[in-house]
């Protein structure tokens, strides 16, 4: 099998655990090749802790869950230094904490008050966090999954925008369809019937990590012409002077994306050309991914929100009024 094939196994096997979500799915494995952080947006209810259990379950990395609350510490997720007793001497050694995973699951990020998200900033942006004046590396697998609900707001921090911009993406689930609806029945009830069975459960399909480094490899080397480049800057440039470009877009976006942005653009289009089997990366592999690497990067202004639009609404238009290269 091809590293490709790798790739599209570990992503089948995680559709066949979470139903009726192919694109959430898809944009998570988007997130994966690109060494990015996802930030997933929904309902309570929709699968967003079952989607990264299912994503742990199938590939060779170690998950840490973290349950966000307004008490928590920063020491409570980076690791604090601790004594110990060595040949009967007391030392002072460093006690990782349970940031130091591969898949981190931030349950609910915007419950933690501002040190913690000081300290999961770091974590993010440097892939190192640093106690006592001494830096402590992340392992090289490390992405941060986290969860939000959008519409519990008591007892919340809204995320700044420097950790806003620090996520890849943003992901949004929605409700199944019916029909697949009715199918995550069917499947609960087989899990339930499995655990009460006395047959020792079937091994997973596992990925180890040398695949993911590899894939990340092909994604690097993919071509980006000049045009596409200045395809990428012109949509970034598009939502700092939306005024070039239509008036409505003036009256709705009140800060535009920063340069994080465009080297999001152009890392997740590259990773969506690599997994469509191309080796050079087309408008359309930019225009795929525009929604969830821009709509957390925009702060919309005040008249968006009283004519009710939304960043996906913006970007839409903005796709629009952007000349595609020939």
């Not at 920063?74 to 349970?98: C, K, W």
């Not at 040190?115 to 941060?144: C, D, N, Y």
């Not at 590899?214 to 395809?231: G, K």
Request: hydrophobic share 45%; net charge negative; aromatic share 4%.
């Amino acid at each position: 099998m091809s590293t490709r094939d790798d790739i599209n196994a570990l992503q089948a096997s995680i559709a066949e655990a979470v139903l009726g979500q192919e694109a959430v799915i898809g944009q998570i494995m988007l997130g994966l090749l690109a060494n990015g952080h996802l930030l997933l947006e929904s309902l309570p209810g929709l699968a967003k802790t079952r989607t990264v259990k299912a994503l742990a379950k199938h590939l060779d990395a170690q998950m840490s869950r973290i349950q966000f609350t307004p008490d928590l510490l920063p020491s409570d997720i980076t690791g604090a230094e601790v004594l110990h007793q060595a040949d009967g001497q007391n030392v002072i050694r460093f006690q990782p904490g349970p940031l130091f995973g591969n898949l981190i699951l931030a349950d609910e990020i915007n419950r933690a008050p501002a040190k913690v998200q000081a300290a999961l900033l770091e974590a993010m942006e440097e892939r190192q966090i640093t106690v006592a004046g001494t830096s402590h590396k992340m392992p090289k697998l490390f992405i941060v999954l986290a969860t939000q609900n959008p519409i519990e707001q008591e007892g919340t921090y809204p995320l700044p925008e420097a950790q806003m911009d620090r996520f890849l993406m943003k992901v949004l689930l929605d409700y199944p369809l019916p029909a697949d609806e009715c199918q995550v029945l069917r499947l609960l009830r087989l899990e339930e019937q499995a655990v009460s069975s006395s047959e020792p459960p079937s091994p997973p399909y596992t990925l180890a990590q040398n695949v993911i480094f590899a894939a990340r490899q092909e994604v690097s080397a993919i071509h980006v012409s000049p045009a596409i480049d200045q395809y990428l800057i012109d949509l970034i440039s598009a939502t700092r002077h939306p005024a070039d470009y239509d008036p409505d877009l003036a009256r709705w976006i009140s800060i535009g994306a920063s340069p994080r942005g465009g080297i999001g653009l152009d890392r997740a289009a590259r990773a969506h050309a690599w997994l469509a089997g191309a080796d050079f990366v087309s408008p359309d592999n930019v225009r795929a991914v525009v929604h969830p690497v821009l709509r957390h990067r925009l702060k919309l202004s005040y008249d968006a929100m009283a004519d009710g639009v939304s960043a996906d609404q913006v970007l839409d238009r903005l796709l629009d009024k952007v000349a595609i290269p020939a």
